[in-house]
């Protein structure tokens, strides 16, 4: 079944100490996203590609990068991980447009030490 | 700021009980909604969507939404829940491009 998965589904990290999170989709889909989501609250959009194209939002921290490859994969990156950088971390894709559907993965919850 | 509120933060309903879910959208030109499901454990999944033409949209196991664009809501309902709808459902808009802006959800707690 084509899907959007995230590994891993749980991830223990210490305070400052860099942490990778990865997704990869079989959709074929040209663009993807990261969304932090705390507990009780919306998921909030990180950033996403256009294809190869970064977009980041405005007040997204600076210690949050992501990378791009390919196509089917894409990584959230967190430089020096703060305590309240615990959440949980979404992944999804979409074709191009605003009419799309987005698929999300299962998510990654973070939890910093 | 484009955004989306959800009123209800937790909702218990028996089984059989009518659900009707709040959701209000920030004018920014062309909206198009959407209602996710987060069920416990789960990823979030699209109930329906809505885009253009009849403001009353069909959704995945008996959910409707009905878009009143004079009152820039998109409210979901169901006439009777089952045990099984208890979930977390999320409500979200697109404006000018993909960015999809979401509500703050509510956790739906149905009693058998």
């Known amino acids: 079944d084509a899907m959007v998965i995230q590994n891993p589904r749980y991830q223990v990290t210490q305070f400052g100490k860099p942490v990778t999170l990865s997704c990869s989709q079989t959709?074929?889909?040209?663009?993807m996203y990261w969304y932090q989501q705390k507990s009780s609250q919306a998921p909030k959009l990180l950033f996403h590609?256009?294809?190869?194209?970064?977009?980041n939002e405005a007040d997204t921290p600076d210690n949050f990068q992501s990378r791009r490859p390919n196509t089917s994969f894409c990584f959230l990156d967190i430089r020096s991980p703060g305590l309240g950088d615990a959440a949980m971390y979404l992944c999804?894709?979409?074709?191009?447009?605003?009419?799309?559907?987005?698929?999300f993965g299962p998510g990654t919850r973070l939890l910093v030490l | 700021a484009q955004s989306v509120s959800q009123h209800n933060h937790h909702v218990i309903l028996s089984e059989a009980a009518s659900l009707e879910l709040g959701c209000n959208y920030s004018?920014?030109?062309?909206?198009?909604l959407f209602w996710y499901v987060q069920y416990p454990g789960q990823h979030l999944q699209l109930l329906l969507k809505?885009?253009?033409?009849?403001?009353l949209v069909k959704g995945i196991k008996g959910f409707e939404a009905e878009f009143i664009k004079s009152k820039f809501s998109f409210n979901l309902r169901k006439p009777s829940v089952q045990w099984s709808d208890t979930a977390e459902y999320f409500c979200?808009?697109?404006?000018?491009?993909?960015?999809?802006?979401f509500g703050a959800g509510t956790r739906l707690t149905v009693k058998p």
């Open positions: 999804a894709t979409s074709r191009v447009g605003r009419q799309e559907t987005q698929y």
């Open positions: 959709l074929n889909h040209n663009v």
């Open positions: 590609y256009y294809d190869k194209d970064f977009n």
């Open positions: 004018y920014g030109g062309t909206v198009n």
């Open positions: 809505y885009f253009s033409g009849d403001p």
């Open positions: 979200a808009a697109t404006y000018n491009n993909n960015d999809m802006r």
